[in-house]
Nanobody, 124 residues
Framework: QVKLVQSGGGSVQVGGSLRLSCVASEEISVPNCMAWFREAPGPMREVVARLNSDGDSNIADSVKGRFTVARDRARNTLSLQMDSLKAEDTAKYFC??????????????????WGQGTQVTVSS
């Protein structure tokens, strides 16, 4: 069973930057998809960025141009660089892995393993 451990996050002012990292406990078999989701108060877990094992990425329109997703397969690591943060980016962020998939779904129920979550708070 893959364990995902997140680090990073915290509090920052509007316009600031933060970086999130997610390390998998073992090499993840291909094909796979790694993604970042966020959950603000409310029922929905929103996909922020997706990156499959072929290197194809998808960034949500709400963060496009401000967030960058990357993965280091040798280190089993997924990162999310968040720049020009806005108050509406405040949420708990989760990394996730879907196994045996080539295309990355935006649906959280399609993911097999999840990180513990980390809070990002952006204040004005």
């Amino acid at each position: 069973q893959v364990k995902l451990v997140q680090s990073g996050g915290g509090s920052v002012q509007v316009g600031g930057s933060l970086r999130l990292s997610c390390v998998a406990s073992e090499e993840i078999s291909v094909p796979n998809c790694m993604a970042w989701f966020r959950e603000a108060p409310g029922p929905m877990r929103e996909v922020v960025a997706r990156l499959n094992s072929d290197g194809d990425s998808n960034i949500a329109d709400s963060v496009k141009g401000r967030f960058t997703v990357a993965r280091d397969r040798a280190r089993n690591t997924l990162s999310l660089q968040m720049d020009s943060l806005k108050a509406e980016d405040t949420a708990k962020y989760f990394c996730a892995v879907a196994l045996e998939v080539g295309r990355c779904s935006p649906r959280p129920d399609r993911y097999d393993y999840w990180g513990q979550g980390t809070q990002v708070t952006v204040s004005s």
